[in-house]
Every structure is written in C-alpha cells, then in structure tokens.
Nanobody, 115 residues
Framework: QVQLVESGGGLVQPGGSLRLSCAAS????????MRWYRQAPGKQREMVAG???????NYVDSVKGRFTISRDNGKNMVYLQMNSLKPEDTAVYYC?????????WGQGTQDTVSS
C-alpha cells in the first residue's frame, strides 16, 4: 500500500519560510519522480516543483529562486524548502510520486501566508 504523508505546513508571515516534508512508503522511492503540487482556493492545481530519481529539478516560474526541492533516498523523503513566502503562495500543498505510469498523491498540507 502506497502512502505519502506530508507535514510542515502552517501559518507564516509574508517573507517567512516553511519546510514541507513528505514521507513515502510502499513504493520504490529511489526510482520515483517526485513532485510538489499546490491548489489555492478557487484556482486550478499547479505543479510547483519536481525532482527526478537522479536529482534533476524543475520549478514553476513563480517560485524559482525562492523554493528548493530535495530528496533523501535513504529515508524515502522529499522536501520543499520555501523561502520569501508571499500571500499568493497560500494553498494546499500535495506530495506526488510517479513511477512508470502510476501516480500517487498525499492528502495535502495547508500553507497560509498572511500577516
């Protein structure tokens, strides 16, 4: 049974930082392409950052230079370090694993950026 469990969300002021974590189990994590998605109220879900099994990364333009995705294959963990947060970063953030044609989603964690 595949499980992706996100943690680290919360309330932060503009300009602040949060670090999201995702613990994966039940999959060949080291072979998986991992992504973080987010969905803001009233908006479509969007891909925020991705990291390949080899460690190559990509980001949506709006977070480049502020967010960093990383992974620890020994711990089956993926992280999203979010700096210089803006109110428009407020969303539910989801951890997603893709291996082959199969995709798996976590339950999401709420991040709110507000003063």
């Amino acid at each position: 049974q595949v499980q992706l469990v996100e943690s680290g969300g919360g309330l932060v002021q503009p300009g602040g930082s949060l670090r999201l974590s995702c613990a994966a189990s039940g999959i060949s994590f080291s072979l998986s392409f991992m992504r973080w998605y987010r969905q803001a109220p009233g908006k479509q879900r969007e891909m925020v950052a991705g990291i390949s099994a080899e460690g190559s990364t990509n980001y949506v333009d709006s977070v480049k230079g502020r967010f960093t995705i990383s992974r620890d294959n020994g711990k089956n963990m993926v992280y999203l370090q979010m700096n210089s947060l803006k109110p428009e970063d407020t969303a539910v953030y989801y951890c997603v694993a893709r291996i082959g044609y199969d995709g798996y989603w976590g339950q999401g964690t709420q991040d709110t950026v507000s003063s």
